[in-house]
């Protein structure tokens, strides 16, 4: 890997980290999920970064993919249990990190503990050579260890240049995989824990989108959005607050944009039976044979 790629990877990689970090400080009883995913994000931008995709602040039996709208009036309560899921990227090249934190309450200790202690575990095994099943098993293993379930439906994945899912998928599960960790790969390892079904479903819309096809429609706005999408989120994952920064019809286009089959919005995933879910997740960079650790 070159040194020019690895400094982004690192630079990257750091940022996430630290806005991470930020994000579970900022959230507290009474503070909304806006402010919260806004501070993350400029923090970002400040130091010269930009988002990868959108904060997720998800709670309680969401595991994934909710992030608040621009006119989101939605505040923490104690006692959630809240997922920060927060990447940054530098040229392209992405940390991808994510923490659990739970708001004035200590219910759900052991289930933090589960998905954290997960993630070490598996980072600890990472190195050249090494399937993708045995990083999956420990996993499995070790959030079995603390009384919890991981969730079977939610895996780690490979990242590219401006591709947040690319190659190999990293299941929380033994699945068996027989794919090899290479040199100079770049994966996200993501364990969830839950003490409910092991599974997550699509609820709601969450307000985070991807481009699905280039079509062309008798929309102006549509189309002048979509152009302003892809120069701005370079095929990334993106959100309505981004877009409504960019065009205050946005709203009313992405709409549009979705019911045309242009855009996915992604649900948020929620857990089957109702449970409580914990994430951590680290960036993982195998520099030439060694992993390191970016986020
Ligand atoms: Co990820």
Known sequence: MNDDIL????????ISGEA????????????????????????MLKK?????????????DQAAHYTPRSDDKLTFKKGDLVKVDVGAHVDGYIGDTAQTVEVRTKNWTNLINASAK?????????????????????IERAIKSEGF???????????????LHAGLTIANYDDGNPTKIKKDMMIAIEPFATNGGGEVRNSKPG???????????????????IGLIKENFHGLPFCERWCTAL?????????????????????????????????????????????????
């Open 20 to 43: 991470r970090k930020l994000g579970a400080s900022l959230i507290d009883e009474g503070v909304t999920l806006l402010s919260v995913a806004e501070e993350v994000e400029a923090y």
């Open 7 to 14: 400094e982004k990877i690192r630079r990257a990689g750091a």
């Open 207 to 225: 307000n985070i989108y991807r481009i699905l096809r280039d079509r062309e429609i008798k929309d102006d706005g549509a189309m002048k959005l």
């Open 149 to 163: 379930l991981p969730v079977t439906n939610l895996t780690g994945h490979g990242m590219g240049c401006y591709n």
């Open 247 to 295: 065009d205050p019809k946005a709203p009313l286009h992405l709409k549009t944009l979705v019911r045309h089959g242009i855009l996915y919005a992604y649900p948020v995933l929620t857990e089957i039976k109702g449970g409580m879910v914990s994430q951590t997740e680290h960036t993982v960079v195998l520099n030439g044979y060694k992993a390191e650790v970016t986020t």
């Open 48 to 60: 010269g970064a930009r988002p990868a995709f959108p904060t997720n602040l998800s709670i309680n």
């Open 118 to 138: 997960a993630l070490a575990m598996a980072v600890e095994t990472v190195s050249e050579g090494v399937t993708v099943g045995s990083i999956s098993g420990t």
